[in-house]
C-alpha cells in the first residue's frame, strides 16, 4: 500500500498538470494574429474612444474565446441603420435600432456561419433571443476605410440599442458603451 499511494499521487499530479495545459492552449490558441497602428490623417478624433491613436498598436484576431453555453463577452452598443455606408455581411440591408440584432467578433461570426441565426443573451438577470446580421470586424481597422476606428475586440457581441433595453439597461448604461454580458448559441 505504501507503494500504491505515491503512485495515485503522480497520476493525480500528472492529470492536473494535463488539466492545466489544456486550459492554457484554448486561451493562447486566440492569440492576436498580427497589429495594426493608425495611418497618418484622419477624420477621427482623438477625444473619440474608439479611435486609434497615432503611434499606439491596436491586436487584430482571426480567432475568439471558446464557444460555450454561457460564453463570457463584451456587449456594446451599435447600430445597423445606415446600409450605405455599413452594409450588414448576412443581409446588406440596412436594419432599425428597434430590431433585436447583434454582430459578433471576427471569430465567433465564423465566417457567416451564424449570420441570420438566433443566440441567447443573459444580463442584467435578463435573457433576450437575438439575431446576428453582421460582423464585429476584428482584423481590419486604423484607416480611412474603417474610419479611423480600432478594430473590434474578439470577444464583442455588438448589440442594437433594442438588445440592450429586452435585457432592462438604462439609457445611462447604454450611453457607457460597453457591458459584460454571456451568450450561447440557440
Not at 480567432?63 to 445597423?80: D, I, K, Q
Not at 452594409?87 to 451564424?114: K, Q
Request: a neutral charge; glycine letters at 8%.
Amino acid at each position: 500500500m505504501a507503494h500504491f499511494f505515491p503512485r495515485k499521487l503522480a497520476l493525480l499530479l500528472l492529470l492536473l498538470a494535463s488539466l492545466s495545459i489544456a486550459s492554457s492552449s484554448v486561451t493562447k490558441s486566440c492569440r492576436p494574429s498580427g497589429y495594426l497602428w493608425r495611418k497618418a490623417g484622419g477624420g477621427c478624433f482623438d477625444s473619440d474612444p474608439d479611435c486609434c491613436r497615432l503611434g499606439k498598436k491596436y491586436p487584430k484576431y482571426l480567432c475568439s474565446p471558446l464557444v460555450t453555453n454561457s460564453t463570457s463577452a463584451t456587449m456594446t452598443l451599435g447600430s445597423f441603420s445606415n446600409v450605405e455606408e455599413n452594409p450588414t455581411s448576412c443581409d446588406t440591408r440596412s436594419h432599425s435600432d428597434s430590431e433585436i440584432i447583434i454582430a459578433l467578433s471576427t471569430g465567433w461570426y465564423n465566417g457567416g456561419s451564424r449570420c441570420l441565426k438566433n443566440i441567447n443573451i443573459h444580463g442584467n438577470g435578463k435573457s433576450v433571443l437575438a439575431k446576428v446580421v453582421d460582423e464585429c470586424d476584428s482584423m481590419n481597422g486604423c484607416d480611412a476605410d474603417h474610419e479611423y476606428e480600432k478594430p473590434c475586440a474578439n470577444n464583442v457581441v455588438d448589440a442594437s440599442s433594442a438588445v440592450w433595453e429586452a435585457l432592462g439597461f438604462s439609457k445611462s448604461q447604454m450611453a457607457a458603451g460597453a457591458h459584460s454580458i454571456t451568450w450561447s448559441d440557440v
